[in-house]
């Protein structure tokens, strides 16, 4: 069953959620988090406190998935292509679980100058 969050990036928030997996369902119990971001390529990513392993690895995803990164603990946010992409599609530098989904278009997300973020159970 997904569970719905709300991530805040820059101030303005955008509507997620997170799948089945059980690194997803790790990642629901601690939120919230929050970090100062990165960027890599269309990729915004920061540092989580949770070290798994990969559950379902993939390389190549899907526009506006969001994955967790095993080496960097990275909660990463994926609009478009990264440095490694091979085609449109975003492409990580090595496997990660896909966790979720963000609603968000593509050029939001490009737009974005700050990259404080939180992550946090969407409250009703």
């Known amino acids: 069953m997904a569970k719905e969050i709300e991530i805040i990036i820059g101030g303005k928030?955008?509507?997620a959620e997170?799948?089945?997996t059980e690194i997803a369902g790790k990642i629901y119990?601690?939120?919230p988090v929050s970090g100062l971001g990165d960027r890599w390529g269309d990729e915004i990513y920061f540092s989580i406190p949770l070290d798994e392993?990969?559950?379902?690895?993939?390389?190549e995803v899907g526009i506006g998935d969001?994955?967790?990164w095993p080496p960097g603990k990275g909660f990463c946010i994926l609009f478009g292509r990264t440095p490694s992409s091979r085609g449109d599609k975003p492409r990580l530098a090595s496997p990660g679980t896909v966790i979720g989904k963000i609603y968000a278009e593509p050029k939001e997300?490009?737009?974005?100058k700050s990259l404080k973020i939180?992550?946090?159970?969407?409250?009703?």
Do not use: A, F, S, W
């Open 13 to 15: 928030k955008y509507g």
């Open 18 to 20: 997170l799948n089945d």
């Open 29 to 31: 119990n601690i939120l």
């Open 53 to 59: 392993e990969n559950e379902r690895p993939q390389e």
């Open 66 to 68: 969001l994955v967790y």
């Open 109 to 112: 997300l490009r737009g974005i």
């Open 118 to 124: 939180q992550v946090k159970k969407r409250e009703d």
